[in-house]
């Protein structure tokens, strides 16, 4: 039996089945096809955004070990929120689902005017009534 191969072109529309079309493989193997294909060229997109996502990750890992042989603590806190906002996003990312993001560490309430509940600044956390 001949197997179908896929090759990296995305189509957004596939053949929709009648009532009156043949149960023959001339008729489905089209539609496998387009969806095979489909799968190759998502797979190709999604190994792009990981391979990018990786290595901005290594990035950040490698400046955070160079602040660590420093010991700028400041440094050090901003790093770790943009290694927390980069797994955000590089989940997001992998998802699909990008669209209003919003990343609060709470390392400090410099910005955020805290109406209920308290700030742990030892622990870096809000708590909320």
């Known amino acids: ?4 191969v896929g090759q990296s072109v995305f189509k957004n529309t596939i053949r929709a089945m009648e009532e009156t079309d043949l149960n023959h493989p001339s ?3 089209p539609v496998y096809q387009d969806l095979l294909n489909n799968d190759v060229a ?15 990750q290594n990035e950040v890992q490698n400046h ?4 660590s042989a420093h010991g700028n603590l400041s440094m050090k806190l901003n790093i770790v929120d943009l290694a927390i906002e980069l797994e955000t996003l ?3 990312t992998l998802t699909g689902v990008n669209a209003n993001i ?3 560490t ?4 410099d910005d955020i005017t805290l109406l209920h509940g308290a700030y742990d ?4 956390q809000v708590y909320l009534p």
Not at 45 to 53: F, R
Not at 106 to 109: A, D, G, R, S, V
């Open 1 to 4: 039996m001949p197997d179908l």
């Open 27 to 29: 008729t489905f193997n």
């Open 42 to 56: 998502i797979k190709e997109q999604a190994d792009a955004n990981t391979t990018g996502l990786n290595n901005t």
């Open 64 to 67: 955070i070990n160079d602040l």
């Open 90 to 92: 590089k989940g997001a």
């Open 102 to 104: 919003f990343v609060e």
């Open 106 to 109: 709470f390392i400090n309430l």
């Open 121 to 124: 600044n030892v622990n870096k």
